[in-house]
């Protein structure tokens, strides 16, 4: 029963374990509640927009959980390696969430101008094309977060052979 107590108040007397545990819980939080999120427009067979905050802050806590669970002497090492990833990131993040939305009239009290409606049904239905292709996620997924993943992998590869060369030159 000793063994118990004592485990149990190293466990719980040690901050920097109970931080990384913390930690752990919201990073898994935050992915079930996008993951349910995300599931239920898919249910529904809904296109609602994924909150962007909740994204944001599952990829912060997420680096965050990282940077922790590295040694302590490599922390800088990985946060170094890692900022152009994270600025590529967060360019693709900015572009999602400032995406250009259609503003829709309100009401159809401006009978006067259906003709004009009808006239640009077609060309609002090519605009609305093109800015989904451009600010769509599949497409910012190809252009911003395929690349920021290998710059983080490169970034943190090359960084290690500077700091230590020595299992890279045999």
Known sequence: MDYVRNSLEMLFNNIEYLMRVALVVLVITLAVVLAVKVM?????????????NLVLALVIFAFVLAVELTQGDRRWHLIV?????????YQAFFLWSSQPKEV???GDQDREKEWESSL???????????????FGVRTLLIRYVFPAVLLGIAGVVILQVLVDPGPFSR
Do not use: D, Y
């Open 81 to 89: 390696a890692f900022l152009p990833s994270i600025l590529v990131g």
């Open 40 to 52: 239920m427009n898919v249910r529904k067979r809904t296109r609602r927009a994924i909150p962007a």
């Open 104 to 106: 829709k009239r309100e």
């Open 120 to 134: 640009l049904k077609e060309s609002r239905k090519i605009a609305l094309s093109v800015v989904s292709g451009h």
